[in-house]
């Protein structure tokens, strides 16, 4: 099959901070602004780059040195007219399972079906410690138009390295 | 009334709500580092705005209702649940009687932020007006 090589537009290995997130989301406006992409296209990619990498650094912990990866780890790739977004980062191995739920459930849902879970999720959210309103993954997965791809790295026995990954079309496609 | 006017920022949005100036609006980009602490002085203002005899003030001196303006570029998921939140109060001013108008901007290119209207609109249960803008800028 014809491959088109990945064109690579954001790629970062490092540590987790607010800092850090703040310089990469507004690294990837720029980048996103200079690609004259769709508007709808453009904030669907800008939507699933905040809520991934907010999340990683609202539940981010603290590891030692001498791990097998960087606290943070993330990459923005144009291939075959798809983004593909990768983000990376330790979690604690009790919240694994609340993740992998999750991301299971909205990945069975088709369009309709995740509207209203937004809906009634929004409706009764509460802002958590972390500042998050637990909405995160289902506008993941509502701006993605795709099922949300995730693996766990056992490290140890209460750490894992949690991989999320995303995919959009370049084209826009009605939401 | 004391005014609320909070300056935009590149993750924070241009916050007015003035009652001398019957001057209501919210425009940019939302993605606060700490929305509680962003988001929390908007709904207490506004909670003091229902409670008091303000707004009927405010409409008491107006012609046309009072327009809410909600010109936002991007808002985050966090961001979402507080923005529900004052739409809810600004319902709850309705249903006290005063009469007053939601307007939702979102540009001509952009159908989400038309769509997340609708979505939100049918949340709180009052029917926004929704103004079509000719401008291409994100958060």
Not at chain 1, 33 to 51: P, T
Not at chain 1, 145 to 161: A, D, P
Not at chain 2, 41 to 49: C, D, Q
């Amino acid at each position: 099959m014809f491959q088109v090589s990945a064109q690579n537009i954001i790629s970062f290995q490092g540590e987790l901070t607010f800092e850090i997130i703040e310089s990469l989301l507004n690294r990837a406006k720029q980048e996103l602004d200079s690609m004259k992409l769709d508007l709808v296209v453009q904030k669907r990619l800008y939507s699933i780059l905040v809520e991934s990498l907010e999340n990683s650094v609202k539940h981010r912990i603290t590891v030692g040195v001498n791990r097998n990866h960087y606290p943070l780890e993330m990459n923005l790739l144009l291939q075959n007219n798809q983004f593909l977004i990768t983000v990376c980062n330790y979690i604690k191995q009790s919240n694994a399972e609340l993740i992998s739920q999750k991301i299971d459930e909205v990945n069975s849902l088709n369009r309709d079906g995740l509207n209203q879970l937004y809906r009634s999720s929004i409706a009764k959210a509460r802002i958590s410690d972390k500042g998050g309103a637990g909405l995160g993954i289902i506008e993941m997965a509502r701006n993605s138009g795709q099922k949300i791809n995730y693996k766990f790295i056992q490290e140890g026995s209460e750490l894992v390295f949690f991989i999320l990954e995303l995919s959009l079309l370049k084209c826009a496609q009605k939401n | 009334m004391e005014s609320l006017i909070i300056k935009e920022t590149t993750s924070t949005p241009k916050v007015v709500l003035d009652s001398r100036n019957n001057n209501f609006e919210f425009q940019g980009c939302s993605r606060p580092e700490d929305v509680r602490d962003f988001y929390m002085p908007i709904i207490n203002w506004l909670e003091k705005f229902r409670d008091t005899k303000a707004a009927v003030e405010v409409e008491k001196h107006a012609t046309n209702p009072i327009i809410f303006k909600f010109k936002l570029d991007y808002f985050n998921s966090s961001s979402a649940k507080f923005i529900l939140d004052i739409l809810v109060l600004i319902n709850q001013l309705h249903l006290n009687g005063i009469n007053l108008r939601i307007d939702w901007y979102f540009n001509q290119h952009d159908d989400d932020m038309l769509e997340v209207g609708k979505e939100l609109s049918e949340v709180v249960d009052f029917p926004f007006e929704y103004v079509e803008v000719k401008k291409q800028v994100i958060g």
